[in-house]
Each structure stands twice: as structure tokens, then as C-alpha cells.
């Protein structure tokens, strides 16, 4: 039977094994612990390198550092490779570039948005710049200040686009592959108090879709030459909910037939159903577990892999034919579980 191997990021002490690698039975859902790894403070956020034999993380703390690790997934080892200073408190997000020469990250507190280059064997070296943003948005608790929240390369070119929640605001930077250098080219601003958190893009037409944590709505964006132009704006959430959520990640199916959200406090997974680029709410399912902060669809599979951050378990559901999860294949304790990532 062919498997594929999941890498889970938490908010584990140093002295807990914070970064887990398990094995995904293709056939079954079924999760089996492979290697595991301490020594990180809160190793929350992660990024496969396209070599798929090192990956970094972040340590999400005040004056966070930026991990870089070598694996083996078939052996069942990980091992620390370097760590550098990522510029700001509480690094919240990291991707690496499509050639695996630059890893970006940005950091929550410190607003910085900030560029390591990586060698060839996946590690970090130091900084080559680091971009701050200033500003504020519409809610005083959670938008007084800039807060970079993610950041994403466009595919196929050298665009970043940063969703910063504080400043209700995506922002398009042009990274100089030569240099490590990033320009700011465009800002797009959402509505006020949506707190932009992730993005994500369909696979084969000119649309974004960015999830806003504060207001649990997802905008959906053309992508232009000058920026993203907003061409709409739709809930997360079943019509009658009162409750309190806050919306966490969003993801394209590969066949760019659906867009998914996780819900935090519904604790589900909301489903649209995506014509001409545009969205229509097929429903929210039960996400299978509490605190659904970052899940994976597993490319070529019925299966979602969900991080419930505040029940500690890692579940595995499989998706219906109407795009929706429905039955739990399997569900794994381990530690505030936050990110989850495919080895590619």
C-alpha cells in the first residue's frame, strides 16, 4: 500500500517533541507516528523545501528564530540542521520559494516580513532583508497594530503577497532572486475588521482567495497586474450562527473544483463550491475536533488532514463526491497541534 508522510507543527515547550512526522495510509485515512522532534520552543508554522529532504520551521516566540532540518521519512529521522534569528517576535508564518533558494517568513508582533537565503542542503543562512509594516485597523483588541499574518508566493513568478491582519490589508512584494531584496509593489485593503489571514490560489484561473480571521469571510480576488481586485465577498459561517469564530485556513482542491475554510468555534470545515472563480456555499461539516487552526488536502486522495489546536488531535476525514468531509478515518493526540504540511 503507497503512504505519504504528514509533518505536524505545535506550540510544544522545547522540552516536548513539537514537530511530529506521520505516515498517511493512502488507502485507509490511518496516521502512524514516524519521528518526532524537541528542542524548539512553540515550532508552530511550517515549509517542506521542493527537495523534500529538509524543512524549516518557526519558533513562534519573542524574538523568534527560523529552524531549518533535514529528514529522512522512510528511516524515521529528523534532525536540526541550524537556526537564525527571524527578525521580530512571534514568527507566525513561513513558505519556501518554488526553486528552494529563499525561505520568507513574517512575524505577528514585530510586523517585520523578512528573507533568509537557504544552501543547497535546506540550511538557513542570514537575513537579506526585512520589510516592517506600520499601521492599524477597525477592531482595538485584535488591530492595533500591523500584525503580517502569512505569506505567499504567487506560482510561477517572484510575487509574495503578505495578508497582514492588523492593517486589514494584503500586500504584493516583488522578491530580487539575485539579492534577497524585497519591493513593495501594491497594497490591497479589505473591509474593515476583516483581519486578513491566508491566501490561497486557484490552480488554473486569475483568482486568489483570501481568508479574514476577524469577520470568518473569504474574498475572493482577480488577479491583476496592478494587485488583487475584490469581486467578492462571502461567509464562512451556516446563515443563523451566532456564536463566536474565528475563521484560520483556506486551501484550493487541486482540480480547483472547491475552496476550503477551517472555522475555529463553529469548529468545521465550510465548503464552496467555485464557478468561474467565483463561490457558492455548499455547507459546513463538522471539522472533528476543536480548534480546527490548519488542515492539508491530500492531492490525489478523498482525504483532509485537520490541526485541532484546542482539543490536541489530528484528524483525518474523507471528502464526498459533493466536496464535503464526511467520516472520520482516524484521529491522533499530540500536542496544541497548529500547522500541518505535506512532504512533497
Not at 514516524?34 to 528542542?39: D, I, N, R, S, Y
Not at 524574538?63 to 521580530?88: C, F, S, T
Not at 491566501?199 to 475572493?220: I, K, M, Q, R
Request: aromatic share 6%; charged share 20%; with cysteine.
Amino acid at each position: 500500500m503507497s503512504s505519504t508522510y504528514i509533518l505536524s507543527g505545535s506550540y510544544a515547550t522545547a522540552e516536548q517533541a513539537g514537530i511530529t512526522l506521520w505516515e498517511l495510509e493512502s488507502a485507509t485515512g490511518k496516521l502512524t507516528k514516524q519521528a518526532e522532534a524537541a528542542g524548539v520552543e512553540r515550532p508552530s508554522f511550517l515549509a517542506v523545501h521542493p527537495n523534500g529532504t529538509s524543512f524549516v520551521a518557526v519558533s513562534e516566540t519573542g524574538d523568534g528564530e527560523v529552524v531549518a532540518y533535514w529528514l529522512n521519512p522512510q528511516k524515521g529521522l529528523i534532525q536540526e540542521l541550524n537556526r537564525q534569528k527571524a527578525g521580530g517576535d512571534h514568527p507566525a508564518h513561513i513558505t519556501i520559494d518554488e526553486d528552494g533558494q529563499w525561505a520568507v517568513s513574517v512575524t505577528y508582533s514585530g510586523a517585520h516580513v523578512t528573507v533568509h537565503p537557504l544552501s543547497a542542503d535546506g540550511s538557513i543562512r542570514e537575513m537579506t532583508d526585512s520589510k516592517r509594516h506600520k499601521g492599524s485597523g477597525a477592531n482595538p483588541d485584535r488591530q492595533d497594530a500591523a500584525h503580517p499574518h502569512s505569506a505567499f508566493q504567487l506560482p510561477g513568478t517572484n510575487r509574495f503577497f503578505v495578508s497582514d491582519l492588523g492593517m486589514d490589508a494584503i500586500v504584493r512584494y516583488r522578491l530580487e532572486l539575485h539579492s534577497g531584496i524585497l519591493e513593495q509593489e501594491a497594497v490591497t485593503k479589505t473591509a474593515p475588521g476583516a483581519g486578513p489571514r491566508h491566501l490561497a490560489f486557484h490552480p488554473s484561473e486569475n483568482f486568489a482567495y483570501g481568508v479574514n480571521e476577524l469577520d470568518s469571510t473569504v474574498s475572493v480576488y482577480a488577479l491583476e497586474s496592478k494587485g488583487l481586485k475584490e469581486v467578492q465577498n462571502i461567509s464562512a459561517l451556516p446563515e443563523h450562527f451566532t456564536g463566536t469564530n474565528t475563521s484560520a485556513e483556506i486551501a484550493v482542491s487541486g482540480d480547483g473544483r472547491f475552496v476550503y475554510v477551517s472555522n475555529r468555534g463553529h469548529d468545521s470545515i465550510a465548503v464552496f463550491r467555485v464557478a468561474e472563480g467565483l463561490l457558492e456555499s455548499v455547507g459546513q461539516a463538522d471539522a472533528g475536533g476543536a480548534g480546527p487552526r490548519h488542515f492539508t488536502l491530500v492531492p490525489n486522495s478523498p482525504w483532509i488532514v485537520i490541526a485541532h489546536e484546542e482539543s490536541g488531535t489530528i484528524a483525518v476525514k474523507k471528502i464526498g463526491e459533493d466536496g464535503l468531509p464526511g467520516e472520520t478515518a482516524d484521529s491522533v493526540d499530540t500536542v496544541t497541534p497548529v500547522c500541518v504540511r505535506l512532504l512533497k
